[in-house]
């Protein structure tokens, strides 16, 4: 074999070796941004649930502050009605 078909073979040998090293690269690659997406939707997927739970216990906050406020209404409600009647009638 002459020096310049050895040669020759030895760049076909590198560049086959330079596209299976790519390859690989890329596969890699792909597979890291796969994964990272899948770690960023399930991220989203618990911040989201995050939000709903806060959003229902300001909600059930708000309720129990409406229904404490209504109580309260009713409550001087009755004791207005009892102060200003005389006593023993009603």
């Known amino acids: 074999m002459t020096t310049q078909a050895q040669a020759r ?3 076909e040998e590198l560049d086959k070796m330079l596209k299976e ?3 690989r690269v890329e596969e890699s690659q792909r597979r890291e941004a796969l994964e990272q997406q899948r770690k960023d939707e399930e991220r989203f997927c618990e911040l989201e ?3 709903r739970q806060k959003e229902e216990v300001a909600w059930r906050k708000k309720l129990e502050v409406e229904e404490d406020h209504t109580n309260q209404m009713k409550l001087s409600g009755k004791n207005k009605s009892r102060q200003s009647r005389p006593f023993g009638i009603g």
């Open 21 to 23: 090293n790519s390859r």
């Open 49 to 51: 649930l995050i939000k």
């Open 9 to 11: 073979k030895e760049r």
